[in-house]
């Protein structure tokens, strides 16, 4: 019986013939582009580190329909296919477990501006070129990731929430309008899904079909400011952070920290370590009031930066950003992060920290229902990790690990879809089981 390496092998020489894009068995862009940011995660970085899981070939689609031509001919020949974009992802969700293609999807990176205002682009688009059209056509992007170099068709099937999500939700609350998606059943076709028909291929790692161009709402573009301001306690900070629901315009993005947090953070003011640190992305004209809130909450406001561009950099602060800035400023300590939500991040924040052993750090955001947070402590094994969640819950925190790669939302409907799509279990293998860790993204109040 043949190996899926010598089914890859005889794939690549048919997908050559056919000159579907480019095909490379080059084992340094194999190493490359077998990994993706799984390595934030001190478990994953244990169990899926660089070159322990490698593609056998890497193929790059250069057209929309070399996609459903790729995935005929590793359909007739067994041959399992991983999706991958920019490789942003944390979760280690492009791992391709069982080798096979790589099918790298940056090639694909049109991107239009429709008459009905919204955006039209290939799953390899960067969702910065994509802002960057929009904002030229008078359009602002609902949501966005905190990596904005991420590809849209990489934030759809493996993101979830962003700028924008204080006021939009995720990118299954009715950000994407329709999907072009192939299917894995042989066929070597691919059609336009639209409306509830779009939640199994959602948020699911493409195990349920490939992602070739995906259509996202839009709104008519608002002038934003990069607000930074500075408290000298949580609770000072805290006080005026649950205030902005009350905004007459909602922030595009909330974010603070702690001091310990604050000196990696690579922000274009000067941000004192010594306090703790608010960032808004607010529309212009509620500015003022946002100041005149940060002045009577006992805070300081210590920059107003009106260059959009200055609100992509706040942006890059934000979510499990700050978590990545504090393992780079400190090498020499392993540290981790999960993923919460709920009122007691705000009021009980001792009870919080005290779940991990010390210290305990707190990056905070905000969602349309409250506040969600990374939970940043020093690594202990896995198991330590794993033990802190019932405690969490216990205080009525809602709780997601990103240290799996299972698809967690869903579950069934995408179990289901897979079925007809997927006949043969070969996208993106390893990714998709019956009993996944609890998916609590709706408790931690992202949705």
């Known amino acids: 019986m043949s190996t899926v390496a010598e089914r890859s092998a005889a794939a690549a020489a048919e997908l050559e013939r056919l000159g579907v894009g480019s095909v ?15 390595r934030m995660s001190p478990v994953l970085q244990e169990k899926v ?3 322990r899981y490698l593609a056998d070939v890497v193929v790059r689609p250069a057209l929309p329909e070399h996609v459903p031509a790729v995935l005929k001919v590793a359909f007739e020949h067994d041959v399992p296919v991983t999706p991958r974009g920019a490789g942003t992802g944390n979760y280690g969700q492009a791992t391709p477990f069982d080798g096979g293609i790589l ?7 049109t991107i239009a501006v429709n008459p009905s205002g919204t955006v ?25 990731p905190s990596t904005k170099s991420s590809t849209i068709g990489g934030f759809v099937g493996g993101g979830s929430a962003g700028t924008g999500t204080i006021e939009k939700g995720t990118t299954s609350d009715g950000y994407v309008v329709a999907a072009t998606v192939a299917p894995m059943d042989g066929s070597g076709t ?13 948020h699911t790692y493409g195990v349920t079909g490939i992602l070739v161009d995906v259509e996202v709402r839009t709104d008519p573009a608002r002038d934003w400011a990069a607000v930074y301001a500075a408290f000298p306690s949580y609770e000072e900070l805290v006080a005026v952070h649950r205030t902005l629901l009350d905004l007459p315009q909602l922030p595009r993005l909330a974010s603070a920290d702690e001091p310990a947090l604050v000196p990696t953070l690579p922000a274009p003011v000067a941000l004192d370590p010594a306090r ?6 607010a529309e212009a004209s509620t500015v003022d009031e946002l100041a005149r809130r940060v002045h009577s909450g006992g805070g300081e406001v210590v920059a107003v930066l009106a260059d959009y561009t200055e609100t992509d950099r706040l942006s890059g602060m934000s979510y499990n950003h700050p978590v990545w800035f504090l393992q780079r400023a400190h090498p020499d300590r392993s540290w981790f992060h999960m993923e919460t939500g709920g009122a007691p991040l705000w009021d009980h924040p001792d009870a919080v920290r005290a779940v991990y052993d010390g210290p305990v750090h707190l990056h905070l955001e905000l969602f349309r229902h409250g506040p969600g947070a990374m939970v940043v402590a020093g690594y202990r094994g896995e198991e330590a990790v794993l033990a802190g969640i019932p405690e969490l819950e216990g205080l009525g925190i809602g709780v997601h690990s990103p240290h799996q790669w299972y698809v967690d939302r869903n579950v ?25 860790p609890v998916d609590t993204r709706v408790n931690i109040g992202v949705r």
């Open 276 to 281: 703790y640190s608010l960032r808004v992305i």
């Open 412 to 436: 069934g409907l995408a179990i289901e879809t897979a079925r007809r799509t997927d006949p043969k279990g070969l996208l993106n293998p390893g990714k998709l089981t019956s009993t996944p």
């Open 103 to 109: 099918l790298d999807l940056r090639g694909l990176d």
């Open 120 to 144: 039209t682009a290939g799953a390899g688009a960067r969702m910065t070129a994509m802002d960057k059209v929009a904002r030229a056509a008078g359009r602002d992007i609902w949501i966005f």
């Open 24 to 38: 490379s068995a080059d084992a340094v862009l194999i190493m490359k582009v077998s990994s993706d940011w799984s």
């Open 49 to 51: 580190p660089p070159g």
């Open 190 to 202: 691919m059609a336009t899904v639209r409306g509830e028909d779009l939640t199994p291929y959602i």
